[in-house]
């Protein structure tokens, strides 16, 4: 059964940490290129950041460069998703996400419409 599921959301205060994860099971994640994607209420997805596969090329929205660290072990098939010095406007519920057809983080990645397999998503809230 193929499956992603998140773990790591939590409520935070400014300036905190929290590391998300993201485990596949059903399938290898060495071929997948993994995203992140947030929602916030009333908002539209977007795309936060993403890793290729093979040589992990990284990609970041410009709202969280510097702050988040997108990485992947392809030993544990997962992905993390480190996030520090959170913001209110962080708050969202954040969705992993596996792209087979596009590996590489190319192509308007951050639209999420190329990614093949989603979990259920992790609440972050960050407030004081």
């Known amino acids: 059964q193929v499956q992603v599921v998140e773990s790591g959301g939590g409520l935070v205060q400014p300036g905190e940490s929290l590391r998300l994860s993201c485990v596949a099971s059903?399938?290898?994640?060495?071929?997948?290129?993994i995203g992140w994607f947030r929602q916030a209420p009333g908002k539209e997805r977007e795309g936060v950041s993403c890793i290729s596969k093979s040589y992990g090329s990284t990609y970041y929205v410009d709202s969280v460069k510097g702050r988040f660290t997108i990485s992947r072990d392809n030993a544990k098939n997962t992905g993390y998703l480190q996030m520090n010095n959170l913001k209110h406007e962080d708050t969202a519920m954040y969705y992993c996400?596996?792209?087979?057809?596009?590996?590489?983080?190319?192509?308007?990645?951050?639209?999420?419409?190329?990614?093949?397999?989603w979990g259920q998503g992790t609440q972050v809230t960050v407030s004081s």
């Open positions: 996400a596996a792209s087979y057809r596009e590996p590489y983080c190319r192509s308007k990645w951050h639209e999420g419409l190329l990614f093949d397999y």
């Open positions: 059903g399938f290898s994640l060495d071929y997948y290129a």
